[in-house]
T-cell receptor, first 108, second 114 residues
């Protein structure tokens, strides 16, 4: 069965500090991995996907198939990054499987 | 204005009553999904549909039912059999095109059983 694990419920950092939100998945095939973000009072939206290999709002994520990880990183956190972050896995025609989410708090 | 719309935003239900949550999209997406969001548990899949007149159970389908009579619409009924229905419900849609599988989400419906 496929599963996504986000071990941290809450991550609190100071503005300007580096951020790493952890995500591990279990799936034996070739997955599609995503990070979704939910800002306060806004709908859940896509932040980035591994196939694009892009940087969005300063965030990057690299798929490590050996470690089955897809950690989200940003070198310098900003207060506006405070939000709920979800890692998600898609396999074949199945729906997205989400992790339990990590709340990022960036303090001034 | 393209997007995915859920209604109502807030819904109150008495115990023992069925209630239907609406989800409409005008993105021409084939696939639609219902998730339940509870604090600390992330999003859990209730039902999904890859095409009109077809749908599959997700991980927590018990006590829920859906229909997919039109491409644009995927209503979710929370039945009296659902033991803990108070939650935030999210609807999403996506294409089935390979490499374009981003899911777009509605604003959600918060259901409270009173």
């Amino acid at each position: 069965a496929q599963r996504v694990t986000q071990p941290e419920k809450l991550l609190s950092v100071f503005k300007g500090a580096p951020v790493e939100l952890k995500c591990n998945y279990s799936y034996s095939g070739s997955p599609e991995l995503f990070w979704y973000v939910q800002y306060s009072r806004q709908r859940l939206q896509l932040l980035l996907r591994h196939i694009s290999r892009e940087s969005i709002k300063g965030f990057t994520a690299d798929l490590n198939k050996g470690e089955t990880s897809f950690h989200l990183k940003k070198p310098f956190a900003q207060e506006e990054d405070s939000a709920m972050y979800y890692c998600a896995l898609k396999t074949g025609r199945r729906a997205l499987t989400f992790g339990s989410g990590t709340r990022l708090q960036v303090q001034p | 204005d393209g997007g995915i719309t859920q209604s109502p935003k807030y819904l109150f239900r008495k115990e023992g009553q069925n209630v239907t949550l609406s989800c409409e999209q005008n993105l021409n997406h084939d696939a639609m999904y219902w998730y339940r969001q509870d604090p600390g548990q992330g999003l859990r899949l209730i039902y999904y549909s890859q095409i009109v007149n077809d749908f599959q159970k997700g991980d927590i389908a018990e006590g829920y039912s859906v229909s997919r009579e039109k491409k644009e619409s995927f209503p979710l009924t929370v039945t009296s059999a659902q033991k803990n229905p108070t939650a935030f419900y999210l609807c999403a849609s996506s294409t089935r095109d390979r490499g374009q599988t981003e899911a777009f989400f509605g604003q959600g419906t918060r259901l409270t059983v009173v």
